[in-house]
């Protein structure tokens, strides 16, 4: 999990600007080069436009989402590049019980496959979407974009930004940042007002200018906080929790049977006051 | 042959169809999560990368943990509380609790991608994840109900020195097994917190885990009601009503607690529509109303409290509420409303079948070769055999005397 003292600015980033998007689909197939995912059998069409294959999964960690809209009578295509989102604070990472899931010094989230129990909890928590299973294994392991760490880790760009003639821009977070505010202020008409990805989640490494409204295009509206905040808060308690439980119940069994052991010895001592009464009682007993 | 022959025969013979029927489905269910090993999780199960969890984790996990809270709940009232003259339901709630956490861990490795790797969790932590310390607390948990289960059985076959050992480990244990119920109980809860904007607003809030741990505590004693008269009336043990009602007396406390936790949160701490889909909403209201408020009222009054057949009655409804309530966390609020529906399949359903008759089965042969229901801790045998005769001569001598 990544803490609070690393530094985001420096981060790896997308910046991914839908408009200039051509819908060519050159980093559906860069990736599946370079990661040599197998191709899947897959049925036109299967969504809005030429959208294909219908989902991301185990065999594709990106793909381009086809929304139709009109603009000024004229029928319009919008593009979106679904991929893994490569957060600040990843969820994914913060609830694998093993820590499979790392975000890199360079901004990739990166799966160590060698440490995957397969319980898909990551599945469960990505709030896009992104980690996908290997349904058809007998033993499963998680599948999701790798940002490319191979190629970043030796100053490469990740197949998909290389293969892009025009949408793709990658660089450091705040560059980047800067880059996106820029277009949105040179060119208002143009631009929804938003760069998705700034604060979505908490911030990520991916980030999206659009023409259109993000919910029309499909953009899921995610809460603003880092997501390992939400479990952490009661995480947190759990060693306070332990001892205060603990000590409480020793201390009121404590108490409880202190009661008892009191009773047993103040009866023993009325037992010695009037020892004829008793004692031939406890030699029965013995026998 | 008289007519009382016969009605024993025909018991006799009713039990071995019963045990034969379970021994059945335990091997369906265990043919079948053989199938999933062999044809892979995909080809079994109904679960996608939309609903990567299902009927293995809402039941045979989140339902079943609270489902086994009867033993650190009890022990916690009898040892801690000291409320001693409920010391003999103590031991089929031990049992009760043992089985059903080796059952839950049955369920996760089955349900685990690399069930092989489950040692990982011990050796990579990672104190940010709730799965990390809910796998922590159920494996130290089913240590302890194993050493607490070991009891018996060391009574059973008469070896001393370890009931002197396990019966100086009481207190510890019973403390151990509250402290780390409380954990994972609640742990359980915070899973879901990390599903912003996926569980419903009925359900999500933070203090989930607040409610899975006393939701947990007041199934536990129902449990134990349900487990007491079942085995009343069908495995011929005493008649603990009496018992039971000092439980039942403790219950509507507890849930009413828990109602105003829950509308608190609701009330204060939900953040968008709570109202805004009628299925889910007819969910939540059955399952707080029935599993809830109809029960508290219930024992809330004497006569329901003293009457067996109300105690089970009451309980039932809690037993049905919760596991209502873990469904509704854990699949029918998380499932979206544009999406398809997740159901499971056979082979899942077969599996977890096999689980529960597993659980029963056993329960039954245990209760009947060990001794479980005849526990009377004053009369056991807790003195060392001396088998080196070094007190004999002695203790003779006296005999001799006397």
């Known amino acids: ?287 | 042959m008289t007519a009382a022959a016969r009605i024993i025969i025909n018991e006799i013979k009713g039990y071995h169809r019963f045990l034969k029927f379970m021994i059945a489905l335990v091997v369906l269910g265990a043919l079948a999560s053989l199938v999933r090993f062999v044809f892979g999780l995909g080809a079994t199960t109904n679960l996608n990368d939309t609903y990567p969890w299902g009927l293995w984790i809402s039941f045979d996990v989140v339902t079943a943990v609270p489902l086994a809270a009867g033993a650190f709940t009890l022990g916690a009232i009898v040892h801690c509380f000291h409320i001693k003259k409920l010391e003999p339901l103590v031991r089929p709630a031990i049992v009760t609790g043992f089985l059903g956490y080796s059952l839950v861990c049955v369920g996760l490795l089955l349900d685990l991608g690399q069930p092989q790797r489950g040692w990982h969790t011990m050796v990579y932590w990672n104190v940010h994840s709730p799965m990390f310390e809910v796998s922590m607390c159920v494996m130290a948990y089913t240590t302890v109900l194993f050493l607490e289960f070991l009891s018996p059985v060391c009574e059973k076959l008469g070896y001393h020195l370890p009931l002197r050992v396990l019966r100086w480990l009481e207190m510890p244990l019973v403390i151990a097994a509250a402290s780390i119920s409380t954990l994972h109980q609640s742990s359980l809860g915070t899973f879901f917190l990390i599903a912003v904007d996926k569980l419903h607003n009925l359900w999500y809030n933070p203090l989930l885990p607040l409610q899975f741990w006393m939701s947990a505590i007041f199934t536990g004693i129902s449990i134990i009601i349900l487990e007491a008269t079942m085995v009343h009336r069908y495995l011929g043990q005493p008649d603990e009503s009496e018992l039971l009602e000092v439980l039942a007396r403790i219950l509507p406390w507890i849930l009413g607690a828990y109602l105003l936790v829950k509308f608190a949160a609701l009330a204060f701490l939900t953040h968008g529509p709570l109202f805004d889909r009628p299925g889910l909403l007819v969910l939540f209201v059955v399952e707080v109303a029935a599993g809830v408020i109809l029960p508290m009222l219930m024992f809330m009054k004497a006569a329901h409290r003293e009457d067996s057949r109300m105690q089970l009655r009451g309980a039932s409804l809690v037993i049905f509420g919760l596991v209502l309530n873990r469904f509704n966390v854990s699949m029918f609020g998380m499932e979206q409303a544009d999406q398809l529906i997740y159901y499971p399949s056979v082979t899942e359903s077969l599996v977890t079948i096999g689980i529960i008759a597993g659980h029963i089965l056993f329960f039954v042969l245990l209760a009947k070769y060990f001794p479980i229901f005849e526990h009377h801790p004053e009369t056991v045998d807790y003195s060392i055999p001396d088998h080196c005769h070094a007190v004999d001569e002695h203790e003779q001598a006296k005999g001799a005397e006397a």
């Open chain 1, 1 to 287: 999990m990544s803490t609070a003292t690393t530094d985001v600015s420096k981060h790896r980033t997308f910046l991914i600007d839908t408009t200039k998007c051509t819908g060519c689909r050159g980093c559906q197939v860069a990736c599946k080069q370079w990661n040599q995912l197998k191709a899947e059998q897959t049925i036109f069409f299967s969504g809005e436009g030429y959208q294909n294959p219908p989902q991301m999964s185990e065999h594709t960690f990106t793909r381009i989402k086809f929304k139709d809209y009109q603009k000024n009578g004229q029928n319009e295509f919008a593009f979106y590049k679904e991929m893994c989102m490569h957060c600040n604070e990843p969820a994914c990472a913060s609830v694998c019980p093993v820590g499979a899931f790392v975000k890199s010094p360079e901004g990739p989230v990166i799966y160590n496959a060698g440490r995957c129990i397969g319980c898909r909890f990551c599945m469960v928590a990505c709030p896009f979407g992104v980690p996908k299973y290997e349904w058809s294994k007998a033993f499963p392991l998680v599948k999701k974009c790798t940002g490319c760490y191979s190629r970043v880790k030796e100053g490469l760009q990740p197949a998909c930004a290389t293969a892009c003639p025009t949408a793709i821009s990658y660089g450091g977070r705040t560059e980047m940042i800067q880059e996106a505010e820029r277009r949105l202020k040179n060119r208002p008409q143009r631009y929804f007002q938003a760069i998705y990805g700034r604060e979505e989640a908490g911030g990520t490494s991916i980030l999206y200018l659009t023409h259109q409204p993000l919910d029309e295009l499909g953009f899921k509206k995610v809460t603003k906080r880092p997501l390992p905040s939400y479990t952490w808060q009661a995480l947190r308690l759990v060693p306070g929790i332990f001892l205060t439980m603990g000590g409480g119940l020793s201390l009121l069994s404590w108490f409880n049977h202190r009661k008892e052991r009191i009773k047993r010895e103040e009866a023993f001592i009325s037992s010695k006051a009037q020892p004829e009464t008793t004692e031939p009682e406890t030699k029965e007993d013995r026998q």
